[in-house]
């Protein structure tokens, strides 16, 4: 199982909310819910004994996600892949009406392994993000992405966590595990000595 020493949105260029901006959320967030989906990976399907061949599951191929959906919010955002900074964070699309895809991750659509969309949840320079809606979904919302193949893939909010930065799961950035989708944004209190905020708001959302 790889395991990446990720963050989300720190250092230098890479805060949700840069210094001298309107302070957009500060405090905690809404109680958390539901059951976030294990990491671990699905075990081996059985090998039949009477000699017979068995079914070959059909080819789950994943795809490049170009565009992030939340219809019962009115969000639609363009998606763009992005990889590590130097510090060992995620990059984040400086524009907050553009959600980053983690690159070395899975794509969406994958048999195994969560595919992770993060965007800012807000900036100075342009207001609020699209992603500041995270801190208010609700088990059960849609949530759709379409592929650079044209497919529209379809999930629906199983949980949410908030959690301080530094206590991000690693294992959100793992490829193996059942498939879903992790949206991760900005939340908490802002601390105006480091221009960030202190915590990530974390979605999951499972295949429909």
């Not at 969560?114 to 979904?137: I, N």
């Not at 609700?138 to 199983?158: F, M, S, T």
Request: net charge negative.
């Amino acid at each position: 199982m790889r395991r990446w020493p990720l963050r989300v949105a720190t250092g230098a260029g890479l805060a949700c909310l840069v210094a001298g901006g309107a302070l957009l959320f500060t405090g905690p967030g809404p109680a958390d819910f539901g059951a976030a989906p294990a990491a671990s990976a699905r075990p081996a399907p059985a090998v039949p004994t009477d000699g017979t061949p068995s079914a070959v599951p059909p080819v789950v191929v994943g795809t490049v996600p170009v565009e992030l959906a939340l219809p019962g919010r009115g969000v639609l955002a363009p998606v763009v892949p992005v990889g590590t900074a130097p510090g060992g964070s995620m990059v984040i699309p400086d524009p907050p009406s553009t959600v980053g895809w983690w690159a070395p991750g899975p794509l969406a659509g994958s048999a195994t392994g969560v595919a992770v969309l993060a965007g800012h949840v807000d900036t100075a320079a342009d207001g609020l993000g699209v992603l500041a809606v995270l801190r208010e979904v609700g088990p059960g919302e849609e949530v759709v992405v379409r592929g650079a193949d044209g497919r529209e893939l379809r999930y629906v909010v199983a949980a949410r966590r908030e959690y301080r930065k530094a206590d991000l799961p690693l294992d959100l950035f793992t490829g193996d595990g059942p498939p879903g989708l992790v949206l991760i944004t900005c939340g908490g209190a802002f601390d105006p000595a480091t221009g960030h905020y202190q915590d990530n708001v974390v979605v999951h959302a499972v295949p429909v």
